[in-house]
């Protein structure tokens, strides 16, 4: 059964700092995985996706990084802002014919102070 | 494109009631998942469907709850009788394939 981890749960920062979310998963045979932000009493929104076939992509001041066999997902966050202030997850599909089931981590919740 | 729709984003009802909430996913995408998300236990998949067909159903709790997807633009879940502990936000989401998963902004159920 596919588990993930997100490390640390909770971050707090001073604005403009450079910062690196960590998510882990136990299951390597993944088809890709995704970020997504949460603000309170929102939906998710989505942030990046990564194919299993790549090992990282950008958008923005976002860049996330995937090693497939490590089993490991970064999310660096660069010159953080207090508008970046939410819960951010890192969820994985599972490489399979068909399906489409994505498993989440329990998020890591980001606090960017002024 | 307006996005994954829910309505009603907010419901407040007694226990014992029947509750129906509905999606909307985006057009074109060809799977349609529901989500219920608390505090105790993060987010949890409920059900998907791939062309309106259900695939898994293996999170639904309880047969209090059904879901249905008559076609491609609309989805339906329901609970009877509800219960306090379905208080929850219940999610929709769709998507395109096995690529992004886009949510809406999901539905507060409140059971007294």
């Known amino acids: 059964k596919q588990e993930v981890t997100q490390i640390p749960a909770a971050l707090s920062v001073p604005e403009g700092e450079n910062l690196v979310l960590n998510c882990s998963f136990t299951d390597s045979a993944i088809y890709n995985l995704q970020w997504f932000r949460q603000d309170p009493g929102k939906g998710l929104t989505s942030l990046l996706l990564?194919?299993?076939?790549?090992r990282e992509q950008t958008s923005g001041r976002l860049n996330a990084s995937l090693d497939k066999s490590s089993g490991r997902s970064t999310l660096y966050i660069a010159a953080s802002q207090p508008g970046d202030s939410a819960t951010y997850l890192c969820?994985?599909?599972?490489?399979?014919?068909?399906?489409?089931?994505?498993?989440f981590g329990e998020g890591t919740q980001l606090t960017v102070n002024p | 494109d307006a996005g994954v729709i829910q309505s009603p984003r907010h419901e407040v009802t007694e226990m014992g009631q029947e509750v129906t909430l509905r999606c909307k996913p985006i057009s074109g995408h060809d799977y349609l998942f529901w989500y219920r998300q608390t505090m105790m236990r993060g987010l949890e998949l409920l059900i998907y469907f791939n062309n309106n067909v259900p695939i898994d159903d293996s999170g639904m709790p309880e047969d209090r709850f059904s879901a249905k997807m008559p076609n491609a633009s609309f989805s339906t879940l329901k609970i009877q009788p509800s219960e306090p502990r379905d208080s929850a936000v219940y999610f929709c989401?769709?998507?395109?394939?096995?690529?992004?998963?886009?949510f809406g902004p999901g539905t507060r159920l409140t059971v007294l």
């Open positions: 989401a769709s998507s395109f394939r096995r690529y992004e998963q886009f």
């Open positions: 990564i194919q299993s076939s790549q």
């Open positions: 969820a994985v599909r599972r490489e399979e014919t068909s399906g489409s089931r994505l498993t």
